[in-house]
């Protein structure tokens, strides 16, 4: 009979290391144990942050990774599975920490979005983070995001996102501003940056100014929901800032080609539709951009009006459903494609 081991662990104002200390203890192979965490009055770590996973036909392998990089960073862990049938695989990560949703239909990534952000609003979120389930987090992830908004806590930042490392091109990916005439690319090694988009994956929203910009746009469905609403905050007066000192893994789309010396990131064909569609939409309606860029906008929906079925296969569905989103796009024919 194996003796039962307390292991006892004070802390006070250790919230970046004390996961680590919990997840090393949790993974011994001898289990009989207890572990008490003895808490001296910290006050380092007293804002609820809850992270939304949104799944669609998740790689149960991939979503693991996620969880295990970022589950001791975060308060409460919603997934919001998008799968038109329940996947009975997810329950497996389900605990007193995560939760799963299950909407037993593909509403959109927007719908799936706002369906989490509501719920943690609900139990009293102050951040609320978002990501993909194919995305890595290093284990400072979120001390080093929310030094922002300490540091900047006199400025109005609706949101914080890192850099991210495309997995497929194994390249950084740039921040975005706006300037007069175009959107320009940067790439700093560090310090924070006012931008003015940033894709959804690793981006942390503050709450107390979510009423007045609003949630994600569910018209869109997916494909620029997260550029849309950075767009709108901005509009509103708020700020999207780049924290270039953190940098994250993440899979944008399933591979990549050449297009003269432009680099295209390729996905299946309805995905080319949304992307398409949504481009032309918002270059032609959105209330939040200025004429210049939306124009420029509109010019780039020709960049992949014209990559994707040339570098894509197949080569008459793509061309098919790339027109068909252009069409859809101009007669403001949203929400989800019926098939």
Request: proline share 3%; glycine share 6%; charged share 30%.
């Amino acid at each position: 009979m194996s003796s039962k081991v307390s292991v006892i662990i004070p802390t006070h104002n250790r919230a970046d290391l004390l996961p680590r200390a919990i997840s090393s203890v949790l993974n011994q192979i001898y289990k009989d144990f207890e572990l008490i965490i003895v808490d001296d009055g910290s006050t380092d770590n007293n804002k609820k942050i809850y992270l939304i996973v949104v799944t669609y036909k998740t790689n149960e392998n991939n979503l693991r990774k996620l969880l295990d990089s970022i589950k001791f960073q975060v308060d409460k862990i919603f997934i919001i599975d998008n799968t038109p049938s329940f996947i009975n695989g997810l329950e497996k990560f389900r605990d007193e920490k995560i939760d799963i949703f299950y909407l037993n239909e593909n509403t959109g990534i927007a719908y799936a979005q706002n369906i989490g952000i509501k719920k943690a609003l609900k139990e009293g979120a102050d951040f609320i983070m978002i990501s993909d389930d194919d995305t890595l987090y290093p284990e400072n992830y979120v001390k080093e995001m929310m030094k922002v908004f300490e540091e900047k806590k006199e400025e109005k930042i609706a949101a914080v996102a890192p850099v991210y490392r495309n997995v497929i091109t194994g390249k950084k990916r740039p921040f975005i501003k706006k300037e007069t005439f175009s959107f320009k690319k940067f790439y700093p090694d560090n310090g924070y940056y006012e931008i003015f988009q940033a894709i959804s994956s690793g981006l942390i929203l503050n709450i107390k100014y979510l009423k007045e910009i609003g949630l994600m746009n569910e018209k869109l469905f997916i494909d620029f929901v997260d550029l849309e609403w950075c767009w709108r905050a901005i509009k509103k007066g708020y700020k999207i800032i780049g924290n270039a000192d953190v940098i994250i893994e993440h899979k944008l789309g399933y591979y990549s080609k050449m297009l003269g010396k432009k680099q295209i990131t390729l996905r299946n064909p309805i995905r080319h539709y949304y992307i398409i569609r949504n481009n032309i939409y918002l270059s032609l309606y959105d209330k939040d951009l200025d004429f210049i860029h939306r124009f420029i906008l509109f010019i780039k929906s020709f960049e992949f009006l014209i990559g994707y079925p040339l570098l894509a296969r197949p080569f008459f569905k793509n061309l098919e459903y790339c027109f068909l989103g252009f069409w859809h796009g101009i007669f403001k024919k949203m929400g989800k494609l019926d098939e």
